[in-house]
């Protein structure tokens, strides 16, 4: 069985850091691309990164460029975030997902002082 | 950036009967492979979404025969034949051929 599992959010001030972590398990992760796709509170879906299954290439959507970072290590089957400056609009809950197929529970990033 | 025109903003059905949502996009979803990368997605209040049809319209698997997917270049629609209890929640359109990928503003669908 698939499973996505986030890890690593909060409540975090603005312009500081905060990493979200991706626990996969139920296929082989190394195979597969994999994406981080967000949803601010009574909003809707927003893709926010994608990394190729070997990470060699990582899209970005325009609001976070340069500021996020999409990682991955496939030994440990495992997404990562990398979100700096972060800005109040980047409250949200954060998915990890799989084909936009399979999805994690979500994560809840609060940016706030 | 591709722009995904979803409607209805709501709908309201009964039991039984079909619904369909419309999602046209801002320019041609055919991508340089031949495949269009449109699909569609439910999210049920307080869950995860999940998808329902992937490449316009091939059902998941798990998904019921009740739920189809149509269309080419920028005009699609998601049809369910007949509305059932568990099928209320936001019905989201989501492209994936042209990066930044998008989504619809989403329909929501609720039980008359």
Not at chain 1, 59 to 78: E, L, P
Request: charged share 20%; net charge positive.
């Amino acid at each position: 069985e698939v499973q996505l599992v986030e890890s690593g959010g909060g409540l975090v001030q603005p312009g500081r850091s905060m990493k979200l972590s991706c626990a996969a398990s139920g296929f082989t992760f190394s195979n597969y691309g994999m994406a981080w796709v967000r949803q601010a509170p009574t909003k809707g879906l927003e893709w926010v990164a994608t990394i190729s299954y070997d990470g060699s290439s990582t899209y970005y959507r325009d609001s976070v460029k340069g500021r996020f970072t999409i990682s991955r290590d496939n030994a440990k089957s495992t997404l990562y975030l990398q979100m700096n400056s972060l800005r109040s609009e980047d409250t949200a809950t954060y998915y990890c997902t799989r084909d936009h197929r399979y999805w994690g529970q979500g994560v809840m990033v609060t940016v706030s002082s | 950036d591709v722009v995904m025109t979803q409607t209805p903003v709501s709908l309201s059905v009964a039991i039984g009967q079909p619904a369909s949502i419309s999602c046209k996009s801002s320019q041609s979803l055919v991508g340089t492979s031949g495949k269009t990368y449109l699909n569609w997605l439910l999210q049920r209040p307080g869950q995860s979404p999940k998808r329902l049809i992937y490449l316009v319209s091939k059902l998941d698997s798990g998904i019921p025969d009740r739920f189809s997917g149509s269309g080419s270049e920028t005009d699609f629609t998601l049809k369910i034949s007949r509305v059932e209890a568990d099928d209320l929640g936001v019905y989201y359109c989501l492209q994936g051929t042209h990066f930044p990928y998008t989504f619809g503003a989403g329909t929501k669908l609720e039980l008359k």
